[in-house]
């Protein structure tokens, strides 16, 4: 267990007390955004609850992606989960990069992965989902 | 001033798409003013308003064209919808023409792209020793592209055709591939598309993988070129020439829509409600159904994108655009011809030019005049652009009664 300070990497990470997502619930509609809001998209009513997102779905889609920007890691598996009925956008991780391991339907799991340490020591931990 | 329902094009080009080294964007565009201007059998003195697109120059390309074209004082409107731009430039002459303020009026997409690297993908990376800053609407301690999925094009088209794969079943590499072998296929016969060289469906496989499962070919040709098209109101057209009445090309339908609130659109792009929505829309304002349609020009930024774009349109039933594809039904010599032109892999696709380019290729069959790729006996025919974010553009183009 590091002993250095963490911060997620986005806001809607909460790594108490164990990592999960939290999305801006609709109070009239209930659909869900991970970033602010005005207004719900879907009905325009202004009121918004914060709720955890699962943290088990399947992989509803992907892609493997081999040119990305200057300091990403390729190549690497980008996804969107479906998380109880909550679509999450995610990188696949702790799997092989690859069609014989990442498959449609596939079951997983969220996990958390430093990325990078900062010069006062403090550590951004990001989410990604892995085989369950 | 006349005014009429009835909206034609009256006259349409597309430069060569490829590589202009010497020509620059104003350039590009002017070439494709004085081609449907000539097409048109008209002048700059004879359009009502001009607006047009480029996406990726210095701004103001309207007035830009005005200057090298001919300044008349007309109402110039710039216009940007992402690859949607050239369809909403058009969009934008046709409402002027319909409301009846004015006869005639030019539309013009224009983009230097040659060279151009990946599109979509972007992101600072954190300079060394500073201390974390939360930035942008996800409070982001660094750029989120490739570190929670990818902005990348190729990434969120290969994702939509997977999406329809994990959906309905049965597509797979291989079949995307195939849809790839097609339109290069179709390629050869066009002399303006910027590749126009078959690929087997080995080489296709085997080429450069971007982002799984869309390899090199598989992807939008990043191209320069240019189109334009003269609209004109009925009334109007009926006080040319006989011979102008007969290459006119009815536009039975122009819808533009954007996309409306789903679960899911705004972690991946949804492509599909609002280019559904836009062909029933289109449907019933031609009152033809996909049926009817001889050909169709469709959206293929991705190999991945045109499967989705058989069912949005509607080309088959719900949930059967493998089963379509794999009917031969998308091949020139097939039932519903897709994308004769090459589409976006081959042909190319110079954003702000492609939405006015897809409606040159079926203007030419539905005229008759598509040389060696002409689909005999083409009537009517639908051209289909999308740009993320999101707008599609939807026309049905009809042969002239005249
Ligand atoms: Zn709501």
Known sequence: MSTATQIPFVEYLKLEPTPHLVANECTSCGARFFDRRNACAGCFNTEFTPVDIPTEGVVRSFSIITFAAPGVDVPFVAAVIDCGGTSVRANIINCPPDPEHVSLGMSVRLATTVVGIDSAGVEAVNYGFEPA | ?402
């Open chain 2, 1 to 402: 001033m006349s005014r009429s329902d009835d909206i034609w094009i009256l006259g349409i080009h597309m430069t060569k798409f490829g590589k202009h080294p010497n020509l620059d964007v104003v350039d590009l565009g002017a070439e494709a003013i004085h081609g449907a201007l000539a097409d048109a059998g008209v002048t700059m003195a004879d359009m009502g308003i001009i607006a047009a697109g480029n996406l990726l120059g210095s701004g103001s390309i309207a007035q830009q064209l005005q200057k090298q074209v001919g300044q008349t004082g007309i109402p110039a409107y710039n216009v940007s919808n992402a690859c949607a731009t050239g369809a909403t430039a058009l969009r934008t002459v046709i409402m002027a023409v319909k409301a009846g303020e004015v006869d005639m009026g030019l539309a013009v997409g224009v983009e230097k792209l040659a060279g151009a690297g990946l599109l979509g993908a972007g992101g600072k990376a954190k300079a060394d020793n500073d201390e974390w800053a939360r930035n942008g609407r996800f409070g982001a301690v660094g750029p989120v592209d490739g570190r929670i999925g990818t902005e990348s094009m190729p990434g969120v088209f290969a994702q939509i055709g997977m999406e329809y794969g994990h959906k309905y079943g049965g597509a797979d590499f291989e079949l995307f591939a195939k849809i790839s072998e097609k339109n290069h296929s179709h390629s050869t016969l066009n002399p303006l598309a910027a590749y126009n060289k078959a690929m087997s469906l080995e080489q296709i496989m085997n080429d450069v993988m971007i982002a799984y499962p869309n390899t090199r070919p598989m992807c939008s040709a990043n191209c320069d070129g240019a189109a334009a098209a003269v609209v004109i109101n009925g009334e109007k057209l009926k006080t040319l020439s006989l011979e102008q009445q007969r290459r006119a090309v009815k536009v039975s339908a122009s819808i533009l829509t954007s996309d409306p609130w789903q679960e899911a659109c705004q972690v991946l792009p949804d492509v599909n409600t609002l280019t559904r929505n836009a062909a029933h829309q289109a449907y019933e304002q031609a009152g033809v159904g996909p049926q009817d349609l001889n050909l169709v020009e469709l959206h293929d930024c991705f190999a991945t994108a045109e499967l989705v774009h058989y069912d949005n349109l509607m080309l088959c039933e719900e949930g059967g655009a493998v089963d379509f594809f794999e009917s031969g039904a998308p091949y020139r010599d097939g039932k519903m011809p897709v994308n004769v032109s090459g589409g976006l892999q081959s042909k190319g696709h110079p954003i702000s030019a492609t939405g006015i380019a897809n409606i040159w290729e079926v203007c030419q069959h539905v005229r008759g005049e598509a040389g060696d790729r002409q689909i005999e006996g083409a009537k009517v025919g639908l051209a289909h652009v999308i740009g993320l974010a999101s707008a599609c553009g939807i026309h049905i183009l009809e042969r002239s009664a005249a």
